[in-house]
Nanobody, 126 residues
């Protein structure tokens, strides 16, 4: 089972930017899908960005145009560049990965991923 460790979270003012990283213990080119999820207090876990091994990306409407998911296979690391942050983006952010085939596009449902990191907190103040 691949191990995932997130980093890069922190506190930022509205309008600011952060870049999250997710270091994987396995070769990321071997992972069919990698994704970022987030969960705010008393809310369900939400898939926000996914990246398939074929390069196809998927974004939730809530982050489209502001967040960018990318991967560096040489470093076995997944990234999430977050720009124009607002207080509604405050949440614990999780990295996830899976090797099972679903579709050409990366899924954004939590049940489609069987490897998870412990999360990194992002707090955006107004």
């Amino acid at each position: 089972q691949v191990q995932l460790v997130e980093s890069g979270g922190g506190s930022v003012q509205a309008g600011g930017s952060l870049r999250l990283s997710c270091a994987a213990s396995a070769d990321t080119y071997s992972l069919l899908y990698m994704a970022w999820f987030r969960q705010a207090p008393e809310k369900e876990r939400e898939g926000i960005a996914g990246l398939a091994s074929n390069g196809i990306t998927t974004y939730a409407d809530s982050v489209k145009g502001r967040f960018t998911i990318s991967k560096d296979n040489a470093k076995n690391t997944l990234y999430l560049q977050m720009n124009s942050l607002n207080p509604e983006d405050t949440a614990m952010y999780y990295c996830a990965a899976d090797r099972r085939w679903r579709s050409w596009k990366p899924p954004l449902a939590p049940d489609d991923y069987n490897a998870w990191g412990r999360g990194t907190q992002v707090t955006v103040s107004s």
